[in-house]
T-cell receptor, first 113, second 111 residues
Framework: DAGITQSPRHKVTETGTPVTLRCHQT?????MYWYRQDPGHGLRLIHY???????DKGEVSDGYSVSRSKTEDFLLTLESATSSQTSVYFC????????????FGAGTRLSVL | SQQGEEDPQALSIQEGENATMNCSYK?????LQWYRQNSGRGLVHLIL?????REKHSGRLRVTLDTSKKSSSLLITASRAADTASYFC???????????FGQGTRLTINP
């Protein structure tokens, strides 16, 4: 998975609990993204980062926060998980924007009961 | 809204046949990319075609791009069971500074 490690790979949690998903990359990618993938919705961008401590919101950012204190780590936090956040979450990395290939992590399957 | 839209949503063919998937997009692009997703895995990059290119080959893959029609096609020749996967096109949204993926075409190769 192109040097991208997502953890955990699977998680089951209860509504109202906080959850943090971690993305770790070893290829010095500048840009990192968190997407969620749901049937009928395809891939939707949650948040992205274009450098350490530089982050921005995507199209479905409500209920999510992110942090990037180091180039290699991008954390996605669900402050208070809801059932609508049950999904598969992908971390995606790239060195540059318009020209470069995007590299995907293996995904985290999150179930909120 | 999604920049790229694939057609058909699902395609089922016999092993050995060719599979063609189409992608339409809405705005001007620098390049268009195709990705494959096997069940339970992340997307994997297949091929990138630049806006000044009309056709590109990679092994059994052939991609065409028609910027006047804002469309692209992915052809997989001599399909194999291992080609069973979902295929996505992606374009870069300059305004939003992000890659936008279509909904994907689910391809099934029957033995």
């Amino acid at each position: 998975d192109a040097g991208i490690t997502q953890s955990p790979r699977h998680k089951v949690t209860e509504t109202g609990t906080p959850v943090t998903l971690r993305c770790h990359q070893t290829e010095n990618h500048r840009y990192m993204y968190w997407y969620r993938q749901d049937p009928g919705h395809g891939l939707r961008l949650i948040h992205y980062s274009y450098g350490v401590k530089d982050t921005d919101k995507g199209e479905v950012s409500d209920g999510y926060s992110v942090s990037r204190s180091k180039t290699e780590d991008f954390l996605l936090t669900l402050e208070s998980a809801t059932s609508s956040q049950t999904s598969v979450y992908f971390c995606v990395c790239t060195w540059a924007l318009a020209k470069n290939i995007q590299y995907f992590g293996a995904g985290t399957r999150l179930s909120v009961l | 809204s999604q920049q790229g839209e694939e057609d058909p949503q699902a395609l089922s063919i016999q092993e050995g046949e060719n599979a063609t998937m189409n992608c339409s997009y809405k705005t001007s692009i620098n390049n268009l990319q195709w990705y494959r997703q096997n069940s339970g895995r992340g997307l994997v990059h297949l091929i990138l075609i630049r806006s000044n290119e009309r056709e590109k080959h990679s092994g059994r893959l052939r991609v065409t791009l028609d910027t006047s029609k804002k469309s692209s096609s992915l052809l997989i020749t001599a399909s194999r069971a291992a080609d069973t996967a979902s295929y996505f096109c992606a374009t870069f949204n300059q305004g939003a500074q992000k890659l936008v993926f279509g909904q994907g075409t689910r391809l099934t190769i029957n033995p």
